[in-house]
């Protein structure tokens, strides 16, 4: 395997922290280190006191390796995890000040979820780009209006500073961080191995809107939403869906809204959307069936839908992300991160077993 540069990788722990925020992208660095067979990354956790913490949910103890003080002074790049704990550790002046000095002298500097807030507190990212997980990036935007936070992205690179949204795209980060280290050969392999992307099309929109719409504790509002959900195909405008929830139209644009966070309209569409998804992922069904079935109505609408959304056709995405499908998709264009060229395979746990057996 081809010999590459050594980096320096060092991952902060704090009590209430995530553990998937700190063990997804320390375990793709790992394996980056286990493929090559060359020790390419020095890899490091720390905290305050070098003592041990304990995760958010109480079910794990992280035993760091490094304090403060001990943490060696050539640290590549410095990486802040998220989990409850972060908006709290983002007001301790003594930690951020710590934390500061040290992403100064770092490559890079990262974040995962929602330690942006964290990353934004040291204010590396004042006149640049973050992300962060999307529950919380209107009040990331408010907090530090400094700050360009991209309400979509999966992770975001603004000059040294790195940020990714949810928990698992601490991963997506990671390998990108791998590939720019490494290239894509390693960043590939790493992501075969762990059953990943090497890139995601879309952002995280396509992932969360069921789950960004609450749903509503007045019954007549939670039961329209499950019926819109049940029923894409049918005639869902405004003023058949007042009649089901016995209300009026302008009544039932105003309680929506207030009890979901969503215009109904924004929901709607985007049920729509999720259910054409699912059909692209589970089923062989013609993409004329499809828009059918997901309301969509023409097949020439869901092309444009989901060229508009995800920014990609929905014959990419099936090729992409269909259950069934283990063979290696083409180079393409990837739209929300805009990355040309972008190789995205799926495979098999049973692919990685092959592989250990053949070293």
Known sequence: MKQHPKHSVAMLLYPGVSASDVAGPMECFGLANYISGNGIYTLSTFSSDGAPVEAAGSWLTLQPNHSFDSLPENVDTLLIPGGPAAFALSQDSEIIAWLRRRAEKAARVGSICNGAFVLAALGAADQGKLATHWLFTDQLARLHPD?????????????????????????????????????????????????????????????????????????????????????????????????????????????????????????????????????????????????????????????????????????????????????????????????????????????????????
Not at 304 to 321: A, C, E, N
Request: aromatic share 8%; charged share 25%.
């Open 147 to 359: 700050v360009d936070v991209d309400h979509d992205a999966i992770y975001v690179r603004s000059g040294k500073v790195w940020s990714s949204g949810g928990m698992t795209s601490g991963m997506d980060l990671a390998l990108a961080l791998i590939e720019e280290d490494c290239g894509r050969t390693l960043a590939m392999e790493v992501a075969r191995h762990m059953v990943l992307y090497l890139r995601r099309s879309g952002g995280q929109s396509q992932f969360s809107m069921h789950l960004k719409a609450q749903f509503s504790d007045l019954p007549a509002i939670s039961r329209l939403q499950q019926w819109i959900i049940d029923n894409p195909q049918s005639d869902l405008r405004v003023e058949t869906l007042a009649a089901r929830a016995a209300m009026s139209s302008r009544s039932l644009l105003r309680v929506f809204k207030e009890q979901t966070g969503l215009t109904l309209g924004k929901f709607v569409a985007e049920t729509r959307l999720r259910h054409a998804c699912s059909l692209l992922e589970d089923t062989d069904r013609e993409q004329k069936e499809v828009a059918s079935l997901s309301g969509l109505g023409s097949e020439t609408n869901l092309r444009k839908v989901f060229m508009t959304r995800l920014g990609i056709t929905p014959s990419q995405y099936r090729q992409r992300f269909r259950a069934t499908d283990n063979t290696p998709a083409g180079p393409e264009t990837s739209g929300h991160i805009g990355y040309d060229d972008a190789w995205l395979y799926r495979t098999e746990v049973k692919d990685f077993q092959r592989s250990l057996k053949r070293r």
